[in-house]
């Protein structure tokens, strides 16, 4: 009796825990998406980093780009009854045993790009328009910021352009542009700087114009500047307001523009502020002039009189604790320690303006590519 009631038993979960080993293609995307997007914005942080160090040493930089990702999940229960008959001459005996389990693998597929040809151009070569700059800080960014990484000169105001490449064998003066720019930010912060970026021509470059009041300290003092040097295409005073309109192309022989820099310009700029080990030293082209004593969140020597206080990266002999971005290179940790806000936020900033300049890509739009002296 034992035997047929047991049989029975099997017979009747069988169906039960067959459908119960049917895979479920359910996948929980609300965690997926947000892991995967943190580890993806975490790996461009960190190859961004690993460039501007390149570039210090004057190493090749590459660019890796995730094109698609896909993942596939697969989830499910499965279990299983055992019956086990003693037959022999002795006591009958009889077990009934089962077997439980859930089961859930994920596969993720990504399929990466290494940026090369026209999209390398486009990304890394082409200077930002300055259109594209100013809209940023129409968004809330610090236009001091902006125009220290971003812009290579302003009329005859120069941005340290000769920092925009290898390391220069003399530390360029951009005294008064970074003058000019913190101007900009103390009318910014006090609410008195208005910049627009006007297209009122589908056929002309946009405009970008700069308005203040008259009459405050800082006011006159950036009036003055963009007299003297010749910073803007158009000046006026009217109702008390100075507004200067910043040419962003050259209309005739011997203009000068406002110009943006390149992406790949921006970084090699930043990477003056790469600290490195002293055994390094010979690895690299010297920085020469009054040097200043770094700290972990400001460029290392000279380049704080260029640089300032926007960006910094130290190194350490051991993965650092403390740090926002860090990446291995030549036996040593680079990175930007949670603590130096202002780096972090360039390194941010880099990011869009690369990302922005993708889409430019997509697009299709075009610009002069090559501007010698620019």
């Not at 005739?252 to 790949?264: H, M």
Request: net charge negative; with cysteine; aromatic share 6%.
């Amino acid at each position: 009796m034992k035997f047929w009631t047991a049989l029975a038993l099997a017979a009747a979960l069988a169906p039960m825990l067959g459908a119960c080993a049917t895979p479920r293609t359910t996948a929980p995307v609300s965690q997926d998406m947000l892991a995967y997007s943190n580890e993806i914005a975490t790996a461009q942080q960190r190859q961004l980093l690993l460039n501007i160090v390149k570039l210090r040493y004057n190493d090749p930089v590459s660019f890796v780009e995730v094109q698609t990702l896909t993942t596939e999940d697969f989830s499910g229960r499965s279990g299983g009854i055992a019956t086990a008959l003693g037959l022999d001459d002795g006591p009958f005996n009889e077990v009934l045993a089962g077997d439980f389990g859930m089961q859930r693998s994920q596969t993720p597929t990504a399929v990466y790009n290494v940026l090369r040809g026209g999209a390398y151009a486009q990304q890394l070569l082409q200077p930002v328009s300055p259109e594209s700059i100013f809209l940023l800080s129409q968004s809330g960014w610090s236009v001091e910021r902006l125009m220290l990484c971003c812009v290579a000169r302003i009329g005859d105001v120069d941005n340290a352009r000769s920092a925009a490449g290898p390391t220069p064998e003399i530390l360029p003066d951009n005294s008064a542009f970074r003058e000019l720019a913190r101007l900009m930010r103390r009318l910014q912060l006090s609410g008195d700087l208005l910049v627009q970026v006007m297209n009122d021509d589908e056929d002309k470059a946009a405009r970008v114009v700069v308005t203040w009041h008259t009459g405050s300290e800082d006011g006159e003092a950036l009036a003055r500047l963009f007299k003297d040097h010749s910073a803007a295409a158009e000046f006026t005073v009217e109702d008390g307001l100075y507004s200067a309109e910043l040419a962003t192309r050259s209309t005739r022989k011997g203009d000068s523009p406002l110009r943006g820099r390149s992406v790949l310009g921006m970084m090699a700029t930043l990477s003056h502020a790469v600290d490195i080990p002293p055994e390094h030293s010979d690895l690299v082209i010297p920085l020469n002039g009054p040097a200043r004593a770094p700290t972990p969140c400001t460029p290392v020597g000279v380049w704080t009189h260029v640089i300032g206080d926007y960006f910094g990266v130290s190194w350490s002999r051991e993965m650092p604790a403390t740090a926002s971005v860090a990446v291995p290179y030549r036996g040593v940790w680079f990175y930007i320690d949670d603590t130096c806000k202002s780096a972090k936020s360039t390194l941010d900033l880099i990011g869009h303006l690369y990302a922005l300049q993708a889409g430019l890509s997509d697009t299709g739009k075009r610009d002069t590519l090559l501007l010698i002296g620019g």
